[in-house]
């Protein structure tokens, strides 16, 4: 998660609750999990759980090549999840070998490596990554692991077929929240109810692809794939609630195929289709430290989802402009073994998404640009299904538009400028019973702006700066709820910021120094008496050039700030303390 930091206008929820870590949010949205609006991608292929939450664990920091982020509603290419922005992650397909060895506070150790290996057409890379930690606070401890291989091969210029497999599994203990008093008083300890809580998750993952081109015209992408995720952990809220198990298997297959056509330096047409089907089961049972008294949860659900984009695009020589139409549509069943009762999906047809984007050069320096976009978001879980006896939710759509300003004010200097907005009816939002419910809270409203700077003084002097304000808030929310109309949404911070500074005194060292600030947010839509969440929280990073490899230092939470991450249950806000001062020493080495 260190790498998204830096990125403007991303933030996140930090859990820090075993396998259930942190989940990242954009454009107003929270990072709660209950509102899937993040679009994850690895090499390509779809990677959120049916929930929404991005599984990104399994690569390490080594193993990223890229990462690609999106924000706004106006990306024709993806439908399910694509509600405010995706996020692609790349992953290392370069000819190179090495290994790097971490360790560091709170009893961590990490090793990573990998193998890259090109030659006359055909290329293989394999990664293996492992991680060790006692954690921050009591009863935190982790161990994780990773591998993957990709094989590539081009039996021409024109043509390219690969592989890519991924096996990734981690286990974990889950310190349980606190209360405000406990965490503030020590922000290290366990809660004395959670010393039975823990988790693991596995990822198994394999791919096929193809890039094909026909002629100069026309190209040709396929990608295919099947993969898993499971969960599985105990987990208790509260001193008062009980004990939960909970496993959750999703079982993922589908294709991605995308055909673009350049006619001609001015005009490119994209088309794309894509499957995404779900086989899943979610179990959840009463416990009593980790034995088994009641099961309340039961369902075993296919969850399909296809759809397909057009877009055309025109470049002058000042003008860029695109249109394009996306639609998705839905199919599946659920059985429900408590109630024994059969549900197929809430069949809304076909869902049209129009996007539009322009920008236009107005000098070398300066462009402006707007964009314009339709995105959904669809109920998942029971609610998704309907029969004779229950009634299901309408889509929700969000209409959404940025415009803004790049302008390269010095040769050294570049900033990015915009204004945005995301407007929604019959936003859906899951209760927080258990129950696994959706309620209907209305019509919603999300804006801000955002400004990035970047510069490159000189061959020593770097850095970067981000600041983005933003407000969601409740527009209308129904006649029953008309007390709540202008409420601000839970858990959308008023503001995120990084900022960074690179220093090179000489050839072969670089010292690091980066922040990432967050403002206050709301625990509730109905409850807003006291903000909770902000932090400043700066990091230390110094890196030495050895020839042969790497030394790095680097000092997380320099100034040793408090932070947590907060929910309400009930009328009680619960805490987790994030990680203090950490200190980690690491040294590479390039073969």
């Known amino acids: 998660m260190d790498l998204f930091t830096k990125i403007p206008g991303v933030y996140f929820s930090r859990f820090n609750q075993g396998v259930v870590s942190t989940d990242v949010a954009m454009r107003g949205f929270n990072g709660e999990g209950s509102m899937p609006h993040t679009k994850l991608l690895i090499d390509g292929i779809p990677s959120n759980l049916h929930v929404g939450l991005g599984e990104m664990d399994a690569l390490f920091p080594m193993e990223v090549e890229s990462i690609e982020v999106v924000k706004g509603n106006q990306d024709a290419r993806y439908g399910l999840h694509n509600l405010a922005g995706n996020i692609n992650m790349t992953s290392r397909r370069d000819d190179a070998k090495e290994v790097e060895f971490l360790a560091g506070s709170f009893d961590t150790y990490e090793a990573q490596g990998y193998f890259g290996d090109v030659n006359n057409g055909f290329s293989q890379h394999y990664f293996i990554g492992v991680r060790d930690t006692k954690g921050y606070r009591d009863h935190s401890a982790l161990e994780k692991h990773t591998f993957s291989g990709k094989w590539f091969y081009q039996p021409s210029n024109n043509t390219e077929l690969g592989v890519i497999a991924r096996y990734f599994d981690y286990e974990a203990d889950a310190p349980g929240y606190l209360t405000e008093q406990e965490a503030h008083r020590d922000s290290t300890q366990s809660a004395d109810y959670a010393q039975n809580d823990s988790g693991d998750k596995q990822t198994r993952h394999l791919s096929m692809h193809l890039d094909h081109a026909f002629d100069p015209v026309w190209q040709l992408s ?119 009762q059969y549900k197929t999906i809430n069949d809304e047809g076909i ?57 390269q004010l010095f040769d050294w200097l570049n900033t990015r400028l915009s204004v945005w907005q995301q407007d929604a009816k019959d936003e859906l939002t899951p209760k927080t019973d258990g129950s696994g419910g959706f309620e209907n809270i209305g019509e919603t409203k999300r804006k801000g702006w955002d400004l990035a700077l970047s510069a490159d003084i000189n061959t020593q002097w770097s850095g970067f700066a981000s600041y983005t304000r933003q407000e969601a808030k409740l527009v209308e929310p129904g006649e029953a709820k008309i007390a709540q109309k202008g409420n601000w949404l839970l858990g959308v911070p008023e503001f995120t910021a990084t900022a960074g500074i690179i220093y090179r005194p000489v050839n072969k060292l670089k010292v690091s120094l980066f922040g990432h600030f967050q403002g206050d947010y709301y625990v509730s839509n109905v409850i807003q008496d006291k903000q909770y969440g902000d932090y400043k929280l700066v990091d230390l990073a110094f890196d030495y050039d050895l020839g042969w490899g790497n030394a790095g230092l680097r000092i997380n939470n320099l100034f040793d700030s408090y932070s947590d991450y907060v929910y309400l249950v009930g009328d009680e806000t619960i805490h987790s303390p994030t990680d203090g001062r950490a200190i980690n020493f690491s040294v590479s080495y390039r073969f």
Do not use: C
Not at 256 to 272: C, D, I, K, N, Q
Not at 365 to 388: D, M
């Open 222 to 340: 396929v990608k295919s794939y099947i993969q898993q995720f499971d969960r599985h952990r105990y987990l208790q809220y509260t001193a008062s609630s009980a004990q939960q198990e909970r496993l959750e298997k999703d079982r993922q297959y589908g294709a991605v195929a995308t055909l673009s056509a350049t006619f001609s330096p001015t005009w490119l047409l994209s088309m794309g289709l894509d499957y995404q089907a779900q086989d899943n089961s979610n179990e959840r049972f009463v416990t009593v430290t980790k034995v088994r008294q009641k099961q309340f949860r039961n369902w075993d659900f296919d969850y399909n989802n296809y759809g397909g984009f057009t877009q055309l695009q025109y470049r002058g020589e000042r003008l860029l402009i695109s249109g394009g139409l996306r639609f998705d549509g839905f199919s599946g069943d659920l059985f429900d073994g408590i109630s024994e």
């Open 351 to 407: 869902t049209l998404q129009p996007k539009f984007n322009v920008l236009y050069e107005m000098t070398d320096r300066l462009n402006l640009f707007a964009n314009y976009g339709v995105s959904f978001q669809a109920p998942t879980g029971s609610k998704a299904y309907i029969n004779e006896q229950s009634s299901g939710f309408d889509f929700s759509k969000n209409y959404g538009f940025e415009t803004g300003a790049k302008w």
